[in-house]
Each structure stands twice: as structure tokens, then as C-alpha cells.
């Protein structure tokens, strides 16, 4: 059985830090896509970051509002993604979810794994 199994998340001011972690288990995922998305009251669940470990050496991408304060990171021996989060901010609010897919995360509705979620609140 997959499961996707996320923590570290937390209460933290803004300009402040967090890290959370996302262990996968149940299958190899070394050649997928792996990654976060979250979601905020009342908004879709939207993209984060992800890295590729399907090329010689892993790809990363950011969505623009995160770029230069959150970064991706995984241990793909481990099945294990990190997202290092600096300079939050009250708009980073959500629960952030863990994702997993064989190819991308392209059409979210597609995506094959998800976590159950982890709660980041940022306080001003």
C-alpha cells in the first residue's frame, strides 16, 4: 500500500521558518515526480514545488509566489521530499500536501499519490 505521510508542519510568525518533511513508502518512487501542493480555506489546491528525479540530475521547479523563499530538496534512496520554507508569509497559509506521480503533476486531477496533509499557518 503507498502512503504519502507528511509532517512539520506548525503555528510560526511571519518572516519565520518551517520545514516539512513527506516520507513515501509502499512502492519505488525513484523515478517519479515528487512534490507539494496546498490548499487554502475557501481556494483550489494549488501548486507549490516539485522535483523531478527522472533525469541524470533532479529538475525543480517553483510556482512564481514561492520562488526565492521556498526550497525543495529529497533523499531519493530514501523515498523522502523536504520543502524548506523562509520569509513566510500569512498569504502561505494552508495545508500542504504531498504529492507523487510516475510522470507529472501536469492536470492535478491525474495525480496518482497524495498525502493526507499537514497544516502550515503563518501568523502577522
Not at 21 to 36: I, L
Not at 101 to 108: E, G, L, N, Q, R
Request: aromatic share 12%.
Amino acid at each position: 500500500q503507498v502512503q504519502l505521510v507528511e509532517s512539520g508542519g506548525g503555528l510560526v510568525q511571519a518572516g519565520g521558518s518551517l520545514r516539512l518533511s513527506c516520507a513515501a513508502s509502499g512502492r519505488t518512487f525513484s523515478r517519479h515526480v515528487m512534490g507539494w501542493f496546498r490548499q487554502a480555506p475557501g481556494k483550489e489546491r494549488e501548486f507549490v514545488a516539485l522535483i523531478n528525479w527522472s533525469y541524470s540530475t533532479a529538475y525543480t521547479a517553483y510556482a512564481d509566489s514561492v520562488k526565492g523563499r521556498f526550497t525543495i530538496s529529497g533523499d531519493n534512496a530514501k523515498n523522502t521530499v523536504y520543502l524548506q520554507m523562509n520569509s513566510l508569509k500569512p498569504e502561505d497559509t494552508a495545508v500542504y500536501y504531498c504529492a507523487a506521480d510516475p510522470t507529472s503533476f501536469a492536470t492535478i486531477t491525474t495525480i496518482d499519490y497524495w498525502g493526507r496533509g499537514t497544516q502550515v499557518t503563518v501568523s502577522s
